[in-house]
Structure formats: C-alpha cells, structure tokens
C-alpha cells in the first residue's frame, strides 16, 4: 500500500486558471513533507519542506499547506512555464530517506 | 547553491557488463542517496549514505552495491548489467542525519541496457 498518494495524476489547466494538487500520506510520525518540481529530463527542483499541521509556505504562484492526513499545492494563476511534473515526498520517524509519491503531471496552455 | 553532479547524462551498455555512476556534491552534505524513477512507479530508493564507508540499503538494493570513499563522492554501481536496469538514475544529497532537511538532486544520468 501506497504511504504516499498524489491526485490527479495529470491536470490541464488553462493560463490564469488556478488549481490544487493533491497529496495524502499515511505515515506515522511525520518529520517532513515536500514538494519538489521536475522539469521533463531533469531532476527534482526543492520547492518546500511543510513540517507541522497547519502550516503554509509560498514561492511565487505556489502556496503549499499541510494538514495531519495531507498536503495541498495551490497553484495561482498558472502560467505555460509552470507546466512540470510535481512530487510530493514524506520523511517519517527516524528515516534518512524519503518516501515519493508517483506525482501529478501539470500542463498549463497559454 | 548546492551543486550536486552525475557523471554522465545518457549511458548506453550492454548485458552483463559492470556499469559505474559516479556523483559529486559540493557543499559537505553528510547524506548521498541513489534513487531510479521509472515511469508509473516513481522515484524508489535504491541506496543511501549517511557517512563516509556506512551505507544502507533502500527499497530495492538487489543488483546494485555503493561505494563511499570520500565524503563529496557516491558511486553506484551495477554489477552485471540487465534490460530491468534501464531507467533514470538520480543521486541527491541533504545536510545531516539529525535535520529534516530537504534533499538536492543532480541531473539524472539516462541508462539504456541492451
């Protein structure tokens, strides 16, 4: 069983139409949550680290929030260039690693 | 920045051969990790580092070993090379064992086995 699960697994948005990403995770003693974007061919880019229920972070059209079941990446007026493929990731209890969701595909057309 | 660098982008091999991916950080981090990510399956955990010579396995170590000479450097390396070995192959680095802190990842290095 998935700990991580990303939804949609793709979303087509139209520029300016704002949306949220999805990710609920079934971990037990969370240290961490992060959002990651990658670009075709690339690797991962950081975006953010959410560590506590309750929390918020924002980078320019993104705005990552945390609850203590899920994580959601609201994207505001979207633009083409945002267009990637968006990972969700947990650190749990001692744990060096961490645990991926499978991501959502996002496409956003002028 | 962090910087974190794979030694080749795209890596064509052939059955049975022994394959060497090579990583570099530098900005001191005491974690290396080795992950593949294969499409509809995500990024799986293959190896990690948190020191020089200590490894541990991940998720799917099977056909792969590590080496950690030096703190800036982990190798990844495939045995005897098989076709359910191709895929895209991320290193990434992160600071301490004992921060929850995010992890940077190189470019990727393509593999192809045939």
């Known amino acids: 069983e998935d700990q991580v699960t990303q939804s949609p697994e793709a979303l087509r948005l139209q520029e300016g139409e704002s949306s949220s990403l999805n990710c609920s995770y079934t971990v037990s003693g969370l240290r961490g949550l992060f959002w990651y974007r990658q670009d075709p061919g690339k690797g991962p880019e950081f975006l953010f680290t959410l560590y506590s229920a309750g929390e918020e972070k924002e980078k320019e059209r993104l705005k990552a929030t945390l609850t203590k079941k899920e994580s959601f990446l609201h994207i505001t007026a979207p633009k083409p260039e945002d267009s990637a493929t968006y990972l969700c990731a947990v650190q749990e209890g001692s744990g060096y690693a961490l645990n991926f969701g499978k991501g959502t595909s996002l496409l956003v057309t002028p | 920045d962090v910087k974190v660098t794979q030694s080749s982008r795209y890596l064509v091999k052939r059955t049975g051969e022994k394959v060497f991916l090579e990583c570099v950080q530098d900005?001191?981090?005491?974690?290396m990790f080795w992950y593949r990510q294969d499409p509809g399956l995500g990024l799986r955990l293959i190896y990690f580092?948190?020191?020089?010579?200590?490894?541990e396995k991940g998720d799917i170590p099977e056909g792969y070993s590590v080496s950690r000479e030096k703190k800036e450097r982990f190798s990844l390396i495939l045995e005897s090379a098989s076709t359910n070995q191709t895929s895209m192959y991320l290193c990434?680095?992160?600071?301490?064992?004992?921060?929850?802190?995010?992890?940077?990842f190189g470019p990727g290095t393509r593999l192809t086995v045939l």
């Open positions: 580092s948190y020191d020089v010579k200590m490894k």
């Open positions: 990434a680095s992160s600071l301490l064992y004992e921060k929850v802190d995010e992890q940077f």
């Open positions: 900005m001191d981090h005491e974690n």
